[in-house]
């Protein structure tokens, strides 16, 4: 019986280990989206949480929210990334610009961009999208980008390894409480 118990619990823990790493309970620290008119950009870095001084990938998409022209209709509105854009970047760290990508034009919704921060902590990203505001306006749009060097990926080895020894206790539990019963 015991032999039972301990073979559910190794084939469990063998299934559930490869999700481990891809199983994610909430968004991404690092990812934000913020609407402006009727333009929303969304960031992401790849990995999630960044470390000082090592390059990681910096995801930009822009959407367009075209709403219906009538009030019975209002509510539908439809989303689809825009088909040309200009876009620039001014990255804050401690309130002074440490960093910018240079205004260039993009041809489809999404883009991504390779950068290093080299201090660890939070960092503003202002991202200008020109010639969508009002009159053809720059609007600007406002991202935080959170830096560790104390985690980086021993995070996700230490909630893999709790939620592994939670397991293990519970198995243990069990057998045990079977064994007393057993003698009983």
């Keep these: 019986?015991?032999?039972?118990?301990?073979?559910?619990?190794?084939?469990?823990?063998l299934l559930l280990f490869p999700a481990i790493n891809y199983a994610s309970a909430h968004e991404?620290?690092?990812s934000g989206d913020e609407t402006l008119g009727n333009?929303?950009?969304?960031?992401?870095?790849?990995?999630?949480?960044?470390?000082?001084n090592q390059p990681f990938k910096l995801t930009f998409?822009?959407?367009?929210?075209?709403?219906s022209s009538n009030i019975l209709n209002s509510l539908n509105t439809q989303v689809s990334e825009v088909d040309h854009?200009?876009?620039?970047?001014?990255?804050?760290?401690?309130?002074?610009?440490v960093g910018t990508v240079p205004v260039q034009s993009f041809d489809g919704g999404e883009w991504s961009?390779?950068?290093v921060f080299h201090e660890s902590g939070n960092h503003i990203v202002n991202v200008d999208l020109y010639d969508v505001g009002p009159n053809g306006k720059t609007l600007?749009?406002?991202?935080?980008?959170?830096?560790?060097?104390?985690?980086?990926?021993?995070?996700?080895y230490i909630i893999?390894?709790?939620?592994?020894?939670?397991?293990?206790?519970?198995g243990w539990i069990l057998v045990t409480r079977k064994k007393v019963k057993s003698k009983h």
């Design 1 to 13: 019986m015991i032999n039972l118990h301990l073979s559910f619990f190794l084939a469990i823990g």
């Design 28 to 30: 991404n620290l690092n």
């Design 39 to 52: 333009y929303e950009v969304q960031i992401a870095t790849d990995p999630e949480i960044p470390s000082a």
């Design 61 to 67: 998409r822009v959407l367009n929210h075209q709403s």
């Design 85 to 97: 854009f200009r876009m620039g970047v001014r990255i804050y760290y401690n309130d002074n610009l």
């Design 113 to 115: 961009t390779s950068y």
């Design 140 to 156: 600007t749009y406002t991202f935080n980008v959170s830096v560790l060097n104390i985690f980086g990926p021993m995070f996700q």
């Design 160 to 170: 893999s390894a709790g939620g592994i020894g939670c397991f293990v206790i519970l």
